[in-house]
């Protein structure tokens, strides 16, 4: 499992198409995977292990497909489009100024091309997703003034963009339309699907609470290594967690299908998905959720990217 999965990581980082990968439609060199549309089950049962009370079991429908990042934004992949590597410097970048430092993690290298991009916040990652599109000869999605940011085409915009909550879980399920089985209900799918707080981390931290397996990795690992989910999408839990489009809030309570949610149109915090290296099992499970201020950046945050297909 390892090697062949951390070449095709390492060639990823540099924003390459590994030989025999389709790169989506041909307009971009990042390797994509078509996801077809479809309608699942989105947040968990009220017996799911960890679950919070936000996580209320609706169904969703989602109407176009879309491509996804094969793997989460790597350091190689940032450095490339933006010029600078904010897991080496730490810096806050989406304003051209200097914010301070993110925190840094005594004992573990937490900086390599093939790791995915950390130190970024929702903003970062809004402006990160203009420039490849612009770099790539597509639209840019959203405008961006200051703080603000609009997405005047909404779902039909077909440039990079960072994907909707529901777009997230629908992906990260990986064709299973129900909450069973979600992952972090398993130990061993876990470990087989992310790089999660495990042994090597117990050993460096061991008031952590972990899973069994052992990865190697106390700290963040090279995007790939793990295996893919039904969709052939790698790390969609655990490494880092993800930012997605929406604003927080509950789910729609309302009888009936949600169709193609954006999320909250009022609030402050948005939508982060997934787990990271630092967290057990029971925060990896696709369902959870958490939320942070858009500006905020930290050593567990990063984000994967989508695109509208046809």
């Given at each position: 499992?390892?090697?062949?999965?951390?070449?095709?990581?390492?060639?990823?980082?540099?924003?390459?198409?590994?030989?025999?990968?389709?790169?989506?439609?041909?307009?971009?060199?990042?390797?994509?995977?078509?996801?077809?549309?479809?309608?699942?089950?989105?947040?968990?049962?009220?017996?799911?292990?960890?679950?919070?009370?936000?996580?209320?079991?609706?169904?969703?429908?989602?109407?176009?497909?879309?491509?996804?990042?094969?793997?989460?934004?790597?350091?190689?992949?940032?450095?490339?489009?933006?010029?600078?590597?904010?897991?080496?410097?730490?810096?806050?970048?989406?304003?051209?100024?200097?914010?301070?430092?993110?925190?840094?993690?005594?004992?573990?290298?937490?900086?390599?091309?093939?790791?995915?991009?950390?130190?970024?916040?929702?903003?970062?990652?809004?402006?990160?997703?203009?420039?490849?599109?612009?770099?790539?000869?597509?639209?840019?999605?959203?405008?961006?003034?200051?703080?603000?940011?609009?997405?005047?085409?909404?779902?039909?915009?077909?440039?990079?963009?960072?994907?909707?909550?529901?777009?997230?879980?629908?992906?990260?399920?990986?064709?299973?339309?129900?909450?069973?089985?979600?992952?972090?209900?398993?130990?061993?799918?876990?470990?087989?699907?992310?790089?999660?707080?495990?042994?090597?981390?117990?050993?460096?931290?061991?008031?952590?609470?972990?899973?069994a397996c052992d990865d190697r990795y106390a700290?963040?690992?090279?995007?790939?290594?793990?295996?893919?989910?039904?969709?052939?999408?790698?790390?969609?839990?655990?490494?880092?967690?993800?930012?997605?489009?929406?604003?927080?809030?509950?789910?729609?309570?309302?009888?009936?299908?949600?169709?193609?949610?954006?999320?909250?149109?009022?609030?402050?915090?948005?939508?982060?998905?997934?787990?990271?290296?630092?967290?057990?099992?029971?925060?990896?499970?696709?369902?959870?959720?958490?939320?942070?201020?858009?500006?905020?950046?930290?050593?567990?945050?990063?984000?994967?990217?989508?695109?509208?297909?046809?």
């Amino acid at each position: 499992m390892g090697f062949a999965l951390l070449a095709m990581g390492l060639a990823l980082a540099q924003g390459a198409c590994p030989p025999g990968e389709a790169c989506g439609d041909g307009a971009s060199t990042v390797a994509m995977v078509l996801v077809q549309p479809g309608t699942f089950t989105m947040g968990s049962k009220g017996d799911e292990p960890g679950r919070h009370s936000d996580e209320l079991a609706h169904t969703v429908r989602l109407t176009r497909p879309i491509l996804v990042m094969k793997t989460e934004v790597t350091q190689g992949l940032y450095e490339q489009v933006v010029g600078r590597n904010p897991a080496k410097s730490g810096r806050r970048f989406y304003d051209g100024k200097d914010h301070g430092a993110c925190a840094a993690l005594e004992g573990v290298s937490l900086v390599d091309p093939s790791f995915p991009v950390i130190c970024v916040s929702w903003l970062d990652a809004v402006a990160f997703a203009n420039e490849l599109s612009r770099r790539d000869g597509l639209e840019a999605c959203y405008e961006v003034s200051g703080e603000r940011v609009r997405w005047p085409k909404g779902l039909d915009c077909q440039g990079y963009r960072l994907p909707t909550e529901a777009e997230w879980e629908y992906v990260a399920r990986g064709g299973r339309k129900t909450p069973h089985g979600a992952v972090g209900s398993s130990e061993a799918l876990v470990c087989r699907l992310g790089n999660v707080a495990d042994q090597a981390a117990r050993l460096k931290w061991p008031s952590w609470e972990g899973v069994a397996c052992d990865d190697r990795y106390a700290g963040l690992a090279p995007v790939g290594f793990f295996e893919a989910n039904g969709f052939g999408v790698h790390d969609m839990v655990g490494n880092v967690w993800e930012w997605t489009w929406d604003l927080y809030g509950p789910y729609s309570s309302t009888p009936g299908e949600d169709v193609d949610p954006m999320g909250w149109t009022k609030g402050e915090n948005r939508v982060h998905r997934g787990g990271a290296w630092g967290n057990g099992a029971s925060d990896v499970r696709v369902a959870n959720r958490r939320a942070s201020l858009p500006q905020r950046r930290n050593i567990n945050l990063g984000f994967r990217l989508v695109r509208t297909a046809g």
